[in-house]
């Protein structure tokens, strides 16, 4: 009996061990993770206002940490398309000035056009997290965003599914990024 329990307490260890290897090995979940697939696949950071930039940043430093190479670029501008997965897609457009970064634009396509509201929503809820609460402004969520460098900056968010006429069409969300020189 001895024996047996030896055993049984040497097999145990090795499963512990076993165990708790591959479960430090798994991915660790990001700070985003929490407010869906789509918001993480398009914001893929958590710092800054959008993808871990903030207006001002210079083009160099947004070519060389975006993952993948412009579709379209000159010398004020850049573009990307992006698959989020299979069905659902997102392009973001930087446009730059003598300052740096001035404006990004980002329109994220879901397919199911009935998750629309849904992943509408993570973002509202992250950009409240991030922002404070937002406010209605001409069909626009809006926060307004202090910035040393530009005075307000101004986040919209929109659903512009209705936008598109024809049935089954995807859903559309915008999201602008812009100083309010108003």
């Given at each position: 009996?001895?024996?047996?329990?030896?055993?049984?307490?040497?097999?145990?260890?090795?499963?512990?061990?076993?165990i708790?290897?591959?479960?430090?090995?798994?991915?660790p979940?990001?700070?985003?993770?929490?407010?869906?697939?789509?918001?993480?696949?398009?914001?893929?950071?958590?710092?800054?206002?959008?993808?871990?930039?903030?207006?001002?940043?210079?083009?160099?430093?947004?070519?060389?940490?975006?993952?993948?190479?412009?579709?379209?670029?000159?010398?004020?501008?850049?573009?990307?398309?992006?698959?989020?997965?299979?069905?659902?897609?997102?392009?973001?457009?930087?446009?730059?000035?003598?300052?740096?970064?001035?404006?990004?634009?980002?329109?994220?396509?879901?397919?199911?056009?009935?998750?629309?509201?849904?992943?509408?929503?993570?973002?509202?809820?992250?950009?409240?997290?991030?922002?404070?609460?937002?406010?209605?402004?001409?069909?626009?969520?809006?926060?307004?965003?202090?910035?040393?460098?530009?005075?307000?900056?101004?986040?919209?968010?929109?659903?512009?599914?209705t936008?598109?006429t024809?049935?089954?069409?995807?859903?559309?969300?915008?999201?602008?990024?812009?100083?309010?020189?108003?």
């Amino acid at each position: 009996m001895h024996f047996f329990a030896k055993k049984l307490l040497k097999n145990t260890f090795y499963i512990s061990l076993f165990i708790s290897f591959f479960s430090s090995c798994s991915k660790p979940e990001s700070a985003l993770s929490k407010y869906g697939p789509e918001l993480e696949g398009v914001m893929l950071s958590d710092f800054g206002t959008f993808r871990g930039f903030n207006l001002g940043e210079k083009k160099d430093t947004v070519l060389a940490k975006e993952k993948s190479k412009p579709s379209e670029a000159d010398e004020g501008y850049l573009y990307y398309e992006s698959k989020l997965n299979d069905s659902n897609s997102y392009n973001i457009s930087y446009t730059f000035d003598e300052g740096g970064l001035d404006e990004i634009q980002s329109d994220i396509y879901i397919h199911n056009p009935n998750n629309t509201d849904k992943v509408f929503d993570s973002f509202k809820s992250y950009f409240d997290d991030h922002f404070g609460k937002s406010e209605d402004h001409q069909g626009f969520t809006v926060w307004t965003v202090k910035s040393a460098k530009y005075g307000d900056v101004r986040i919209n968010l929109s659903d512009e599914s209705t936008s598109f006429t024809i049935p089954g069409s995807p859903g559309k969300i915008a999201l602008w990024i812009y100083p309010d020189n108003e």
